[in-house]
Structures are given as structure tokens and as C-alpha cells.
């Protein structure tokens, strides 16, 4: 004889399927999940990632700096027959050669953070915002039922340069796993920017690397003859551009958010 | 003293047609159909039905265009319950579907973005035609700067919908790209 059990655990099933969604539509309005715990955990990675690269090249691109500082202070631009110039320029290929092996080493720990993080973002903005809504449902949301409030909250993280890597990761984080985030709409426009800062970044990254192999074989090409090369400096003032940004930019984030309008009126053609 | 005029026959027969047109019950045409100008929206609300119930209603789009332009010179809020009296009339002559009224006020006073109205989803529907759907966006943005901002006087809304058009620009972008991502 079958153990009833089993039959029980069905029909008790059965009768939670009924009751459970009528339960919970009257409690709140369906909710678009763009940021599960995992996706902002990967954020989170991301952005520790980002940091110990930054701090691990710090260091470097100060000494690069200070040295080619001396070598421009030096005069040694078409004195490159000068010993002392030599010497410089030398120094300053080995310490570039140091920052290629640096980001050689980190770079595909932040390849894979990044592409972890943005494979999941793509996989819930194509799921909750692609295939399960229209394009006025997404507006709807976006907007808020409620125009009285909606908007209250609501605020871009918008201005990708500017920043450290390690910053704007911290920035969408903090966007991103703040209390009653998970029921802000803005959270498609987050969700957004930083699915297309990630596929940037993810562009960049690739590039970065086929760059280092480059520039490291053309280096130790060029130790032998101790120039400094249009590239390298390129290539330096690339790796400032992608990992450290500007200082002075403030972060669209801190903006003022837009208060909804009271509105006196409203039209019974009002869709 | 009366005296009795004998009207030669062709006179006659003109009269008695004249006469007989009158008396048709088809609505008259008003006579040229001329959309309302000047600066008194309330007049020109008024003349349009008066002309549109009287067999203009073929010309209904540049009375509207007229009746836009009337209240783009004397900006009010109260306009916008004007423009809805308005459109809900059309609908009761016939000259507009529900429909097509609630998309037309929509369009000029509501913050929302008719052209993204869709019964299919963004992957299948919206991505493939993203370029054309931005366009009509941008188009239905002028249409609002006129009926939000110049009309309606509501500056606020117009931020809304002018950020909402940004917002969505992101989305779309966004959401379109792993809708391709994914197929490739």
C-alpha cells in the first residue's frame, strides 16, 4: 500500500498554489527583480577587485610619473646620446614594464568579476524588462503608479568617467543594496548604466590586455636602445584614464532628485 | 390696395429651388470650413464645434492644429481640462474614437509616451524597431514641450516626461542589448 503522505503533501501543495498568489497580488503589485542578492554580490566583488588593482598600481604610476617628470626637467627629449639621459629613460622603461606585469597579473581576476557580473545582469534585464514586459509596461514602472511619490527616490547613476573603477563600483553598490531599494523603479535606469559600464569596461579590459602583450614586446625591445616611446606614454595615460578617472567630476548620483508635480487636473483621458 | 406681382417663370423656379434646399435636413456646411484663429481659446473651442458639428469634421486635424496654436498664446492650466472637454465632445460627435482621444491628449498633456504603446514584448517587439520607436519618442517630446509647457503652463510635468524620454533612452539601450547578446 502507498504511503498517503505523499497525497497529503499534494493536495496541501495544490491548495497553496491556489491561495499563495491571491495572497500575495493583494499585498503588494508584482515586482521586477533586476538585483538579487547574487548580482549585487557580484557587484560588490567587482568593485574589491577593481580596488586592489588600483592599489596595486598606485605605486608605479606615481614612480612613472615622477620619472618622466625628471626626464622631461632633465632636457634629455633629443639627448638621448646623454649618459645620464640614458640612464633615465632606462629606469623608466623598466618601471613601465613593471606596470604591464602588474596589470598583466590583475587583469583576468577583473576580467572575470566583470564578466561574472555582467552576464547576470544581462540575464535578469533580458528576463524581467525584455521578455516579460511591454515597452509601456516598463514605462509605467519607470514613472511609478503613484506619481506623488515615485519620483521622490529616484536618482541616476549616470557619469561613468570621472571616477575610479573601484569608486563607481562602490557607487552602484551602495545604489543597489540600500534599504527599499528593491522596490524603486529607478533601479532599471541603474541597472542600465551599469550594464552598459560593464560592457565598456569589458571592451576596455580586452583591449587592455592585447595592449599590455604589445607593449611589453616592443619594451623589451627598446630596453636595448633605452628610448621612451609615443606608446608607452599612450599607454600609461590610458590605464590613469581607465582606473583613476578625473578627481574633479561630482558623481550625477548626488544629484537633487526631481520632485513629482502636484497635479490639479486630471483628465478622465488620462491613460 | 393691394396689387398682385406676376414673377416672370424663371425667377419663379429659382425661388422655389432655393426655397426647397432650405428645407433639407442634411447638416450644413459651414461656409468654408476655416479652422478658428485669434487668442480666446474658449471662442475658438466654441466656433470649432460649432463648424465641426456643422460637416467639418474631415477637417478635424487642423482644427485641433488651430485650437494648439490658440492655446499656446495664453497659457493656463485650466487648458488642459479645456483640450479633455474637448477631445470627450469629439468622441460623442463621432469625429473621435475613444481611443484616438485618449492617444491625442495623451500625447500633448500626459507625461507618459504613447508611441511606446505595444502589446508585444520589448525583445520581440520594441529592440528590432528601437531606432524608429526613439524617433516618434523624440517627435511626441516636441508635441509635449507644446502641450505640457506652452499650453498647460506645467513646467514640472514637461521636466517629468523630458527625463522620462532619457530614462527610457537608457532602458531600451540597455535591455535591447542583452535581448541581442543573448541571440548572438
Known amino acids: 500500500m502507498r504511503p498517503a503522505r505523499p497525497l497529503v503533501g499534494l493536495a496541501l501543495g495544490g491548495a497553496l498554489v491556489l491561495i499563495a498568489p491571491t495572497a500575495t497580488r493583494a499585498e503588494t503589485a508584482p515586482t ?62 623598466e618601471t613601465y614594464l613593471e606596470m604591464l606585469q602588474v596589470m598583466s597579473d590583475r587583469l583576468p581576476d577583473m576580467e572575470r ?6 552576464k547576470a545582469l544581462r540575464t535578469r534585464l533580458k528576463r524581467e524588462l525584455g521578455q516579460r514586459r511591454t515597452s509601456w509596461e516598463v514605462q509605467e514602472w519607470l514613472v511609478g503608479r503613484d506619481t506623488r511619490t515615485a519620483s521622490t ?22 545604489l543597489v543594496a540600500r534599504p527599499g531599494a528593491s522596490a524603486d523603479s529607478s533601479l532599471a535606469v541603474i ?81 | 390696395m393691394t396689387r398682385n406681382v406676376a414673377l416672370p417663370r424663371p425667377v419663379a423656379g429659382a425661388l422655389l429651388a432655393l426655397l426647397l434646399s432650405a428645407c433639407n435636413s442634411a447638416p450644413q456646411r459651414s461656409a468654408v470650413c476655416t479652422p478658428p484663429s485669434g487668442t480666446n481659446l474658449h471662442q475658438a473651442i466654441a466656433q470649432a464645434r460649432a463648424d465641426l458639428s456643422a460637416g467639418c469634421g474631415h ?20 487648458n488642459r481640462r479645456d483640450f ?15 481611443r484616438q ?22 525583445c520581440s517587439r520594441t529592440c528590432p524597431n528601437r531606432s524608429q520607436v526613439l524617433t516618434e519618442m523624440q517627435a511626441e517630446r516636441a508635441d509635449k514641450e507644446l502641450g505640457l509647457l506652452k499650453i498647460a503652463d506645467d513646467a514640472n510635468a514637461y521636466r517629468r516626461a523630458d ?22
Not at chain 1, 527616490?153 to 551602495?174: C, E, K, N, W
Not at chain 2, 527625463?163 to 548572438?184: F, G, H, I, K, P
Request: net charge negative.
Open chain 1, 32 to 93: 521586477i527583480r533586476l538585483f538579487p542578492t547574487t548580482v549585487v554580490e557580484e557587484i560588490k566583488h567587482t568593485g574589491s577587485v577593481a580596488r586592489e588593482m588600483e592599489s596595486g598600481l598606485q605605486p608605479i604610476i606615481r614612480r612613472l610619473d615622477e620619472q618622466q617628470k625628471l626626464y622631461q626637467e632633465s632636457k634629455c627629449d633629443g639627448a638621448a646620446s646623454d649618459p645620464g639621459c640614458e640612464q633615465l629613460a632606462r629606469q623608466l622603461g
Open chain 1, 113 to 118: 568579476a566583470v564578466n561574472t557580473t555582467r
Open chain 1, 153 to 174: 527616490t529616484r536618482s541616476l547613476a549616470r557619469g561613468r568617467s570621472g571616477m575610479r573603477l573601484s569608486d563607481r563600483f562602490r557607487q552602484y553598490y551602495r
Open chain 1, 191 to 271: 541597472a542600465a548604466d551599469i550594464y552598459l559600464d560593464l560592457e565598456e569596461t569589458a571592451v576596455l579590459i580586452a583591449r587592455t590586455r592585447e595592449e599590455i602583450n604589445r607593449a611589453t614586446l616592443m619594451e623589451e625591445l627598446h630596453q636595448s636602445f633605452g628610448a621612451i616611446t609615443p606608446e608607452m606614454l599612450a599607454v600609461v595615460d590610458g590605464v590613469k584614464a581607465i582606473l583613476f578617472g578625473e578627481e574633479t567630476t561630482a558623481a550625477p548620483a548626488d544629484a537633487a532628485p526631481v520632485q513629482a508635480t502636484e497635479q490639479t487636473y486630471t483628465s478622465p483621458l488620462e491613460m
Open chain 2, 59 to 78: 477637417r478635424f486635424d487642423a482644427y485641433w492644429t488651430a485650437l494648439l496654436e490658440i492655446g499656446a498664446g495664453d497659457p493656463r492650466p485650466e
Open chain 2, 84 to 98: 479633455s472637454a474637448f477631445l470627450e465632445w469629439s468622441v460623442d460627435q463621432g469625429l473621435l474614437s475613444r
Open chain 2, 101 to 122: 482621444a485618449r492617444e491625442r491628449y495623451n500625447r500633448y498633456f500626459g507625461v507618459k509616451y504613447v508611441s511606446l504603446l505595444s502589446d508585444y514584448s520589448v
Open chain 2, 163 to 184: 527625463r522620462l524620454y532619457n530614462e527610457m533612452s537608457l532602458v531600451l539601450e540597455a535591455t535591447c542589448a542583452a535581448c541581442d547578446a543573448s541571440t548572438q
